[in-house]
């Protein structure tokens, strides 16, 4: 957390523990500025936290104090970072990254930032006015990047584009949900905040991705953020994130995706609630719709050289995914960071590379969560060959499956792990045979299942509860419904 003097005007108290500012009331609709302005013209990085100071606020009626609430900037502790040491969860569980569920209010814009509401910008659909605003915010960067676990995220400044919250309605309504019918497209060098209480809707995308990360094919897309801007607002899953609908309006036939990332390098995308289409169906390419359904963030690339790489994908809650799908499928990945994923049907986290793909290497995951679904995490490498994928602390309630290894079609997982956890058994899973709850009484299956890959270590993972193919966890392991679900 970051602890800095700021001159500030009260606009309100939110319900949280340790809220201080509404940033979203700060009147974000305020047409008179296309811009906040006052920006520390230095671009000289803070001392503490390695991000520049911005002005400070000129306003009529204003205090000085102290203020600590979330920096949206700042990263998880790690072990790697400059934030803060951790604290216990109130769950009863260990929480190893105390700010990675915002517990207060995000700092207000920054001086510089485009604001959604602000005039000069006459494109008729949302996504062609916030990609505008995108590429005028990498004009003049005004963010600097704190450091990341492991070294990876942004590391170059960023402009800023925020879409704030409006208290003339209600959180997730009126003019607080943003309906999207083509992608957002970023540009080098940019960080689009969206308020908690907002939602953007999937109103059938024309080409089925709601916020496009691919760089060009000779030319990465570099140094991109896609996060929470005021934290102070939501409930459950929800607090601290904004959401994104892909429920209301989609066709459950069609191949979507929130996110596409792909030669992208030096990302962050972090603290999002995903609504998933639960009628989404794994079909077989050739039958109608051609493979319908897809994952809410798909990371690929086609050669080694357009894997999306030096990323940190965080704090990402998704409930209602079908079986065969869930919150991401990871084809290719490199040199990334993955932190505290939860999902409420379908899989957690899911190494899965197509068949054209190079596969997953030197990526460590933390933290993953899944109930009522299909597994926790999977590792499928079909023809591609990965390595070094490291997963550590999973917890699943009610899966069909907890963990899932399992032999390609040529290709493998080599030099990897999944360790450290605890898997409950339910009668509320899916199954991954068909888009619908397993038909029988206990329908959770292993807490390892089908280890025929080889190359993967497993060690540490407990279980409770009685398994229908026999759980082969290690039963010395502390395991419990409140272990499961205490540490989220």
């Given at each position: 957390?970051?602890?800095?003097?700021?001159?500030?005007?009260?606009?309100?108290?939110?319900?949280?523990?340790?809220?201080?500012?509404?940033?979203?009331?700060?009147?974000?609709?305020?047409?008179?500025?296309?811009?906040?302005?006052?920006?520390?013209?230095?671009?000289?990085?803070?001392?503490?936290?390695?991000?520049?100071?911005?002005?400070?606020?000129?306003?009529?009626?204003?205090?000085?104090?102290?203020?600590?609430?979330?920096?949206?900037?700042?990263?998880?502790?790690?072990?790697?970072?400059?934030?803060?040491?951790?604290?216990?969860?109130?769950?009863?569980?260990?929480?190893?990254?105390?700010?990675?569920?915002?517990?207060g209010c995000?700092?207000?814009?920054?001086?510089g930032?485009?604001?959604?509401?602000?005039?000069?910008?006459?494109?008729?659909?949302?996504?062609?006015?916030?990609?505008?605003?995108?590429?005028?915010?990498?004009?003049?960067?005004?963010?600097?990047?704190?450091?990341?676990?492991?070294?990876?995220?942004p590391?170059?400044?960023?402009?800023?584009?925020?879409?704030?919250?409006?208290?003339?309605?209600?959180?997730?309504?009126?003019?607080?949900?943003?309906?999207?019918?083509?992608?957002?497209?970023?540009?080098?060098?940019?960080?689009?905040?969206?308020?908690?209480?907002?939602?953007?809707?999937?109103?059938?995308?024309?080409?089925?991705?709601?916020?496009d990360?691919?760089?060009?094919?000779?030319?990465?897309?570099?140094?991109?953020?896609?996060?929470?801007?005021?934290?102070?607002?939501?409930?459950?899953?929800?607090?601290?994130?904004?959401?994104?609908?892909?429920?209301?309006?989609?066709?459950?036939?069609?191949?979507t995706?929130?996110?596409?990332?792909?030669?992208?390098?030096?990302?962050?995308?972090?603290?999002?609630?995903?609504?998933?289409?639960?009628e989404?169906?794994?079909?077989?390419?050739?039958?109608?719709?051609?493979?319908?359904?897809?994952?809410?963030?798909?990371?690929?690339?086609?050669?080694?050289?357009?894997?999306?790489?030096?990323?940190?994908?965080?704090?990402?809650?998704?409930?209602?995914s079908?079986?065969?799908?869930?919150?991401?499928?990871?084809?290719?990945?490199?040199?990334t960071?993955?932190?505290?994923?939860?999902?409420?049907?379908?899989?957690?986290?899911?190494?899965?590379?197509?068949?054209?793909?190079?596969?997953?290497?030197?990526?460590?995951?933390?933290?993953?969560?899944?109930?009522?679904?299909?597994?926790?995490?999977?590792?499928?490498?079909?023809?591609?060959?990965s390595?070094?994928?490291?997963?550590?602390?999973?917890?699943?309630?009610?899966?069909?499956?907890?963990?899932?290894?399992?032999?390609?079609?040529?290709?493998?997982?080599?030099?990897?792990?999944?360790?450290?956890?605890?898997?409950?058994?339910?009668?509320?899973?899916?199954?991954?045979?068909?888009?619908?709850p397993?038909p029988?009484?206990?329908?959770?299956?292993?807490?390892?299942?089908?280890?025929?890959?080889?190359?993967?270590?497993?060690?540490?993972?407990?279980?409770?509860?009685?398994f229908?193919?026999?759980?082969?966890?290690?039963?010395?392991?502390?395991?419990?419904?409140?272990?499961?679900?205490?540490?989220?």
């Open positions: 957390m970051r602890v800095a003097m700021q001159t500030v005007l009260w606009m309100g108290v939110c319900g949280l523990g340790g809220c201080q500012q509404d940033a979203g009331d700060a009147s974000p609709t305020d047409d008179s500025s296309t811009t906040v302005t006052g920006a520390d013209t230095t671009g000289e990085p803070d001392a503490t936290t390695g991000e520049s100071e911005p002005g400070a606020a000129d306003t009529s009626s204003s205090v000085t104090t102290s203020t600590s609430g979330v920096d949206s900037g700042d990263g998880p502790d790690t072990g790697t970072s400059s934030t803060d040491g951790d604290t216990p969860d109130d769950t009863g569980g260990a929480d190893p990254e105390d700010d990675e569920d915002p517990r995000a700092a207000p814009p920054k001086p930032t485009i604001l959604y509401a602000s005039p000069g910008y006459p494109q008729k659909t949302p996504q062609a006015r916030i990609s505008a605003m995108l590429a005028d915010a990498a004009k003049q960067p005004i963010y600097s990047p704190p450091t990341y676990p492991l070294g990876f995220g590391t170059a400044k960023q402009g800023v584009v925020r879409i704030a919250y409006d208290p003339q309605d209600l959180p997730d309504a009126g003019v607080n949900r943003i309906r999207l019918t083509g992608p957002i497209t970023f540009v080098d060098g940019v960080r689009l905040e969206i308020d908690a209480g907002v939602t953007l809707v999937d109103a059938q995308t024309s080409n089925g991705t709601l916020v990360w691919r760089g060009a094919a000779d030319k990465p897309l570099r140094h991109v953020t896609l996060t929470v801007g005021d934290a102070c607002r939501g409930e459950g899953r929800r607090k601290g994130k904004f959401v994104v609908d892909r429920q209301s309006e989609l066709d459950k036939d069609l191949s995706r929130f996110v596409w990332v792909e030669n992208a390098e030096r990302w962050l995308l972090e603290s999002v609630h995903t609504l998933d289409h639960p989404h169906v794994d079909k077989t390419p050739g039958e109608p719709g051609d493979g319908t359904g897809g994952p809410v963030v798909l990371f690929r690339g086609l050669t080694e050289a357009t894997t999306p790489r030096f990323g940190v994908y965080r704090n990402h809650s998704n409930e209602a079908a079986a065969g799908w869930g919150p991401n499928q990871i084809a290719a990945l490199a040199d960071y993955i932190g505290r994923i939860w999902t409420d049907g379908g899989t957690a986290l899911r190494f899965e590379s197509s068949l054209d793909t190079p596969g997953n290497h030197r990526v460590t995951a933390e933290y993953i969560f899944g109930q009522n679904g299909n597994g926790v995490v999977s590792f499928s490498p079909h023809t591609s060959h390595d070094e994928v490291h997963v550590s602390q999973v917890f699943g309630v009610s899966m069909y499956a907890g963990v899932t290894i399992v032999k390609g079609e040529g290709g493998e997982f080599t030099a990897s792990s999944i360790t450290d956890g605890c898997i409950v058994a339910g009668d509320t899973a899916q199954s991954p045979k068909a888009d619908k397993y029988g009484d206990d329908p959770s299956q292993t807490v390892i299942y089908d280890v025929s890959g080889g190359g993967v270590t497993t060690s540490g993972i407990g279980h409770s509860g009685k229908v193919g026999g759980a082969n966890g290690d039963p010395a392991v502390p395991c419990s419904l409140k272990i499961a679900t205490g540490a989220f």
